[in-house]
């Protein structure tokens, strides 16, 4: 069993930068990708960032050119740096674990949660 946990979310004014952390730990060799999630009021879950060990990314076209997620597999650590934030990126963001092959990213272990806010 894989266990994920988020630290780093706060308050942060439009335009500013924040950096999301996550450490699994557990069975960690079952996994060879991470991926965050965020999920506003009202809307639906996004997946807006995954990467695999080798350190393919991908990203949903709303973070694109914003957002940078890296990992440090000899931590089992994965990062989400988020740049120029925007009202709109105001939601929780969920740390997941997973797998990423050829095809789309499949999440296995959850998070808690981490709260970002953007606003004036």
């Known amino acids: 069993q894989v266990h994920v946990v988020e630290s780093g979310g706060g308050l942060v004014q439009p335009g500013g930068s924040l950096r999301l952390s996550c450490a699994a730990s557990?069975?960690?060799?079952?996994?060879?990708?991470m991926g965050w999630y965020r999920q506003a009021p009202g809307k639906q879950r996004e997946l807006v960032a995954s990467?695999?060990?080798?350190?393919?990314?991908d990203y949903s076209d709303s973070v694109k050119g914003r957002f940078t997620c890296s990992m440090d597999n000899a931590k089992n650590t994965v990062y989400l740096q988020m740049n120029s934030l925007k009202p709109e990126d105001t939601a929780v963001y969920y740390c997941?674990?997973?797998?990423?092959?050829?095809?789309?990213?499949?999440?296995?272990?959850w998070g808690q949660g981490t709260q970002v806010n953007v606003s004036s």
């Open positions: 997941t674990s997973g797998s990423k092959f050829s095809g789309p990213y499949y999440p296995y272990a």
């Open positions: 990467i695999t060990r080798d350190g393919t990314t």
């Open positions: 557990g069975t960690v060799h079952v996994f060879n990708a």
